[in-house]
């Protein structure tokens, strides 16, 4: 499986996340929240930022199901899913995750044939702080 290499500024998300925690960066000054994680608001120019906890719910806004798969990692869980969940208190912040049955389930624990655009998602957590999406539901 392969592992997030964090930046200084998407630091703190990847170390929220191992406390099971989304968190979204958020300009200190304008209150708009932004990601990816980087050091100037591109709404107000202010260099000050916080992390605000989010309630982790969402909804799939695209997904995509890869076949072949692009990484050797990921060969023995091919056909899985990559989806992309727009957050419900911040509409314009979108993730990319998969989404799974069971926190850190296989990528392909999901058939594919239940995946629809707009359904609820809520995050999930793996052992090793990668977030993960799960139906509200199922």
Do not use: K
Not at 43 to 71: D, K, M, N
Not at 95 to 107: E, K
Not at 109 to 125: K, M, Y
Request: glycine share 6%; with cysteine; hydrophobic share 40%.
């Amino acid at each position: 499986m392969l592992s997030p290499v964090p930046d200084a500024d998407g630091a703190p998300f990847w170390r929220y996340a191992a406390e099971g925690e989304l968190r979204v960066q958020t300009c200190a000054d304008c209150a708009e929240p932004r990601f990816p994680p980087r050091p100037c608001c591109p709404h107000c120019q202010s260099f000050a930022a916080e992390w605000r906890r989010t309630s982790g719910r969402g909804r799939i806004w695209s997904y995509v199901v890869p076949h072949p798969p692009l990484l050797p990692e990921y060969a023995a869980q091919a056909p899985y899913n990559v989806i992309l969940v727009e957050l419900t208190e911040a509409p314009r912040i979108r993730l990319i995750g998969n989404l799974v049955t069971a926190p850190g389930a296989p990528l392909n624990s999901l058939p594919h044939d239940h995946i629809r655009i707009g359904a609820r998602v809520r995050v999930v957590f793996d052992g090793n702080g990668l977030p993960q999406w799960v139906l509200e539901r199922p």
